[in-house]
């Protein structure tokens, strides 16, 4: 090949001699010159390759040249795979007469590979003027494993694997899709998510990103139940989350209501099974309906740390005891009051006592679970001295010890602070939270369902049985991410246009949605709940020369987060100005101002936002949350949602090779500001988590990072700090000879 009169033995293929040119101009180092490529390409190449394979030979050379010293390497490697992505795909479109974006639906929707909808929802027009706003060029922004994990997991294939779509049509069809419903603007929404999306500033859950402008668009991630205390209750939990698990989604289960072993059933005492049980169904389920034959169900199921099972709860996960009594599928959280904070802060001698919460409500006439704070620890002292109520007491050290051992051998279980969440809850009005969902991030108001009536009843001229069910409050997240790492954060009005056009997005999720069951869209109609979180937050960091460890770091995550949290309320506030409020905004915490002055915003910005929002009401009962992001921050390019990163440079084992992963925007200059996330002083993690919850409705994943140098009393003071700094959930605790699962559900 001759490029500017220099030969290079490399194949030849259409496009290529012009991606070396780009090559050349955009990275003209030394290190990436195209004599390296060469020199590598030449160790794999083989005579009478066929030139499939030649190609595929060269984007290996260039993933292999990737290291910490030439990173680059990796966007080489995308570009020259994008190379055959494109060539193969316009070959197919020829072999298929397809030759514009229209005529590509077209065909799409009548193979049952395109949602109908979005024909029936725009003109053949319209959408050749949507095909303009593509810029082919913003595939450069990949680097090699994004493009690699999109195209094979994201973009449309047919029934046969060969590949239909394109990551701008795909980016495209999803903005096209969120702006299905807009009645006013239609096409300046529709600009503005493509190029949120395909500028790779917001990314949008796993679910969306599948499944938007396709048949069956169940575009939300996870999921929330409360079991009921009853036989049927319990089955109709784990029928929701099959149902649930079968559409892609993941689901966060409440237990704390569900009656201990060796309770009493029908006046029958030490009848009752317990949790454990029921959980081993779930775990059951999670491994029988695998979501979309991709991977297995996903689910979280917490339980008080008062309950009478708590001891066999924490050792579902753990390799030791009785087989019988394990759930390793499943996810363990344990919901703590500030009251068992305080003991095992003041008092880790004294003793803890875990009661039957059925036994409570039959003999006090209260479900203990359903208060908090002040309220709960009179409560549960009352049923403390009780002597009514059998008592499972344990010495409060050997609790933590058992929760420590377990967060050490497993990871697991998340930490819910119950009082935390429920005192910042802008809907108390409403009702409580009793848990989180399967990443931790969600804190919305819950309450179980109930089956109320089993009727024969005739429809057209036949018998059939109606099951007749009170809804509860099914939880739904909706959720998508700010790039930080791709946005100038220093600039708060593109900041502010980002966020409102993202909260855009997520609140016609909800109209847009397809659910898998019923009781998840009563639920998202009341409360219009979406969840707004980032990633890339250290990639953010270190762009902007800020060491983890600093104060800096503390007051810049406080400014980011403040700026954030303001254009997502304005934002809110204004859609709802043009389509109305949520239907519980009345007496909630954003009427009343109180959610403002709980918060200590009093500046006048904040003062004056009060005073619209009690004006012009609320277009979403719930506004941030942040989720993990494991898959969708690859795609992005930029770091895992609120994490520090593992190492600035890795090879990851893969089924066909070894990848080389480098930390996003690695130069010299970003370089000592990558510090190992085993190796940070974790207090700094917390109180940065601390300051950002202030702005943060909801909750967010926080991973901690522990090595084998933490004690027992090291461990224990993290969570104490975390209770202390306001922390709401923490969800892995990841020792450095652990490796634990990322949740792919709740990427976001």
């Known amino acids: 090949m001759n490029i500017n009169g220099l030969i290079y033995d490399l194949p030849e293929a259409e496009g290529l001699r012009e991606t070396f040119f780009d090559m050349k101009r955009d990275f003209p180092e030394e290190e990436y010159c195209l004599k390296k490529l060469e020199e590598k390409y030449a160790t794999f190449y083989k005579t009478e390759v066929p030139r499939e394979e030649q190609m595929k030979m060269l984007v290996k050379a260039a993933v292999e040249l990737t290291t910490q010293e030439a990173p680059k390497w990796e966007m080489i490697a995308a570009r020259i795979y994008l190379n055959i992505v494109k060539n193969d795909l316009k070959e197919e479109m020829r072999k298929r ?37 593509m810029k082919e060029d913003r595939d450069y922004l990949f680097n090699y494993s994004g493009l690699e994990l999109l195209l094979n997991r994201y973009v449309i294939r047919d029934q046969t694997g060969i590949l239909l779509e394109s990551p701008q049509e795909m980016f495209l069809g999803i903005a096209m899709h969120l702006a299905m419903k807009e009645k006013k603007d239609r096409y300046t929404w529709v600009e503005k998510f493509y190029n949120m999306l395909s500028l790779l500033q917001v990314t949008v859950a796993t679910p969306t990103l599948s499944n938007a402008r396709k048949p069956y668009h169940q575009l939300s991630s996870c999921f929330i139940d409360t079991v009921p205390d009853s036989l049927n209750g319990i089955y109709k939990s784990i029928d929701n989350f099959a149902k649930v698990s079968k559409l892609g989604g993941g689901m966060g289960m409440y237990f704390g209501k569900v009656r201990a072993s060796g309770s009493m059933i029908r006046g029958f005492e030490g009848a009752a099974g317990g949790v454990i049980r029921w959980i081993r169904l779930v775990n059951d389920t999670a491994v029988a309906v695998d979501q979309l034959g991709v991977r297995q169900g996903a689910a979280a199921v917490y339980l008080d740390v008062w309950h009478r099972d708590l001891p066999e709860f924490l050792n579902l996960r753990t390799n030791n005891g009785d087989d019988r009594m394990k759930a390793h599928d499943i996810f363990p959280g344990v919901c703590y009051p500030d009251y068992f904070w305080e003991q095992a802060r003041d008092n880790l001698e004294g003793e803890w006592h875990m009661m039957c919460p059925h036994e409570i409500l039959m003999k006090k006439g209260y479900a203990l679970e359903d208060s908090f704070g002040e309220e709960w620890k009179e409560k549960y002292l009352d049923c403390v001295s009780d002597p009514r109520i059998q008592k499972r007491v344990v010495p409060i050290k050997d609790i933590v010890r058992m929760i420590i051992k377990s967060v050490v051998e497993t990871g697991t279980p998340f930490a819910f602070n119950r009082d935390h969440v429920n005192r910042a809850n802008p809907n108390s009005h409403r009702g409580i939270i009793y848990c989180s969902n399967l990443c931790t991030e969600i804190a919305q108001n819950m309450r179980e369902m109930e089956v109320t009536d089993e009727k024969i009843t005739e429809i057209n001229g036949e018998q059939v049985v109606v099951t007749v069910t009170k809804p509860g409050e099914f939880v739904v997240c909706n959720l998508a991410s700010l790039s930080l790492g791709r946005i100038d954060v220093n600039k708060p009005e593109e900041l502010e246009e980002i966020t409102k056009t993202a909260v855009r997005a997520l609140d016609n999720v909800i109209d847009l949605n397809f659910f898998p069951v019923p009781y998840a869209k009563i639920n998202n109609e009341k409360y219009r709940p979406i969840g707004l979180g980032v990633s890339g937050y250290h990639h953010m960091l270190a762009k902007n020369g800020i060491p983890w460890e600093s104060e800096k770091h503390l007051e810049f995550a406080e400014k980011v987060f403040a700026d954030i949290h303001y254009a997502a309320i304005k934002a809110s506030m204004e859609i709802a100005k043009e389509k109305g409020t949520y239907l519980y ?10 959610y403002f002055k709980e918060r200590n915003l009093k500046e006048d910005r904040w003062q004056h936002l009060a005073e619209e929002v009690q004006k012009n009401g609320m277009r979403n009962g719930y506004l941030m949350a942040v989720a993990p992001t494991g898959s969708t921050s690859v795609i992005a390019g930029t770091t ?9 440079y890795f090879l990851e084992e893969k089924k066909d090779g070894i990848l080389p992963r480098v930390a996003p925007d690695l130069t010299m200059d970003t370089f000592w500001y990558y510090k190992n996330a085993h190796y940070i002083d974790q207090t700094w993690s917390i109180r940065a988590c601390g300051i950002r919850q202030r702005y943060i409705d909801q909750a967010q994943s926080m991973n901690l990072y522990i090595t084998n140098e933490y004690t027992f009393r090291k461990v ?14 923490l969800y892995y605790i990841r020792s450095k000879s652990l490796e634990v699962e990322n949740c792919e559900v709740c990427s976001a």
């Open 97 to 133: 007469g397809i030759t514009s974006f229209y005529k590509k639906i077209c065909y799409l929707t009548e193979e049952k590979l395109y949602g109908a909808y979005i024909l029936e929802s725009y003109t053949k027009d319209e959408i050749r003027e949507f095909e303009k706003l």
């Open 585 to 594: 905004f009345e007496g909630s915490k954003w009427q009343t101002g109180a």
């Open 640 to 648: 895992a949602g609120l994490d520090p990163v593992m190492n600035r």
């Open 716 to 729: 224990l003071n993290l969570y104490l700090l975390a209770w202390e700094e306001g922390v709401k959930t």
